[in-house]
């Protein structure tokens, strides 16, 4: 069955190199990284011209906000139908459906929408990568907009960490 993964210009050449999306946090628990199993997130449906909260990062820089458009990339993958479980269904199995409306709330977007995998997707799975039209931007404390192609970020976080807040890579 056909998903759509997600993913930020900065871990495109991480994924294409190792031929693997990894799994990440599941937000299982609203303080504990980890707490259940990690998954790929996945969309049903690709995503349109708008992108929901989830999938933008925002970091504040010294005379500037920096917007990381975390959908510039769309990997079409072809699952087995069995593996795949819809969020909602998958927060309940681990009694923390109490938070989703939260997530909805913070992501923008409904649960119903959301799918994960609860291993990593190897490359004989993805059916396409492309790149889609992004929101990357940069907002200059004087209003200026740049608009960059994409925007590379250093981390020293595990790239299995939680990015940001949202949680969704």
């Known amino acids: 069955m056909i998903f759509y993964h ?3 210009s900065n871990h495109i050449d991480e994924i294409r190199e190792s031929q693997v999306i990894k799994t990440t946090e599941s937000n299982l628990h609203h303080e504990i990284e980890h707490y259940g199993p990690d998954v790929v997130w996945l969309f049903k449906e690709p995503l349109g011209d708008s992108i929901p909260k989830m999938m933008k990062s925002t970091a504040r820089l010294s005379g500037a906000t920096l917007i990381i458009d975390k ?3 769309e990997i079409t993958v072809d699952l087995p139908q069995s593996e795949v479980i819809r969020a909602d ?3 309940k199995k681990h009694n923390a459906e109490w938070l989703l409306p939260y997530l909805e709330e913070a992501g923008g977007s409904k649960a119903k929408t959301w799918y994960v995998i ?4 190897p490359s004989e799975e993805w059916e396409g990568i492309k790149e889609r039209s ?3 931007r940069v907002i200059k404390n004087d ?3 740049l608009r960059p192609k994409s925007i590379k970020v250093e981390s020293s976080t ?3 960490q939680k990015e940001n807040d949202d949680g969704i890579r």
Do not use: D, E, L, M
């Not at 609860?118 to 997707?121: N, V």
């Open 6 to 8: 997600y993913t930020p």
């Open 71 to 73: 959908a510039q990339w």
């Open 89 to 91: 269904k998958f927060f």
């Open 118 to 121: 609860q291993r990593p997707i």
């Open 134 to 136: 992004h929101q990357n």
């Open 143 to 145: 209003g200026q907009v």
């Open 158 to 160: 595990n790239s299995n």
